[in-house]
């Protein structure tokens, strides 16, 4: 079965600063990986997603996220960081099963202090 | 991409009621998803909702606490039966509305419910 850790429940960035928010998955053959975000009081929003092709993915907002295949990580990150982007963020892998449903990780909220 | 609605967006309930959540999606998609969403928690999948056939339940969900259905392409409900407190949550609907083995889902706003 698959799996996906997000190993900080918060990550503390100042405004203007790099942000990374880091996930591992568990999966047997090739990873579909994706990243969604949640403000409050509203569903997730898809940032990005990596099938194939270039490790280095771009998303929604200036994200971007490195898909490591070696160390089985997706780490979103973006260059400078805005007290807006402070919300609650999500990786997820996708069910290699016919139902193609995604499981979560456990969520990483981000602050970013101004 | 897809626009998906749910109504009610929050609801209180009392124990022992029933309350169904109607999920629309603006296009006709291919799969639809109810998830959960404890407070503080990640997203849990409850099953994928079917058209013109039973939902697909996950492990530790059951069609009679949650029954769903879905008779078109772009409509499914979700109904929490028999309320606990325990069934406080956000319920999200959800959608994917392509094939292909790498199309991200599309996720409605969610209905918060307590139950009291």
């Known amino acids: 079965a698959q799996s996906v850790a997000q190993p900080e429940d918060q990550v503390n960035v100042a405004e203007g600063n790099p942000l990374t928010v880091k996930c591992t998955y568990s999966?047997?053959?090739?990873?579909?990986l994706f990243w969604y975000v949640q403000y409050p009081n509203r569903g997730l929003q898809f940032l990005l997603k990596?099938?194939?092709?270039?490790?280095l993915v771009k998303g929604s907002y200036g994200f971007e996220a490195e898909f490591n295949k070696s160390q089985t990580s997706f780490h979103l990150k973006k260059p400078s960081a805005l007290v807006s982007d402070s919300a609650l963020y999500f990786c997820a892998v996708r069910d290699f099963t016919g139902r193609r449903a995604l499981t979560f990780g456990s969520g990483t909220r981000l602050q970013v202090q101004p | 991409s897809a626009v998906i609605s749910q109504k009610p967006s929050r609801d209180i309930c009392q124990r022992g009621t029933s309350l169904t959540i109607q999920c629309q999606v603006d296009?006709?998609?291919?799969?639809m998803f109810w998830y959960r969403q404890q407070p503080g928690q990640s997203l849990t999948l409850i099953a994928t909702a079917n058209q013109g056939s039973e939902a697909t339940y996950e492990s530790g969900f059951v069609i009679d606490k949650f029954p769903i259905s879905r008779p078109n392409l772009t409509f499914s409900t979700l109904t929490v039966s028999n309320m606990s407190p325990e069934d406080s949550s956000i319920y999200l609907c959800?959608?994917?509305?392509?094939?292909?083995?790498?199309?991200?889902?599309?996720f409605g706003p969610g209905t918060r419910l307590t139950v009291l």
């Open positions: 296009s006709q998609v291919t799969m």
């Open positions: 999966v047997s053959g090739n990873p579909y």
């Open positions: 990596y099938i194939t092709g270039d490790n």
């Open positions: 959800s959608a994917t509305t392509m094939e292909g083995d790498g199309n991200e889902q599309f």
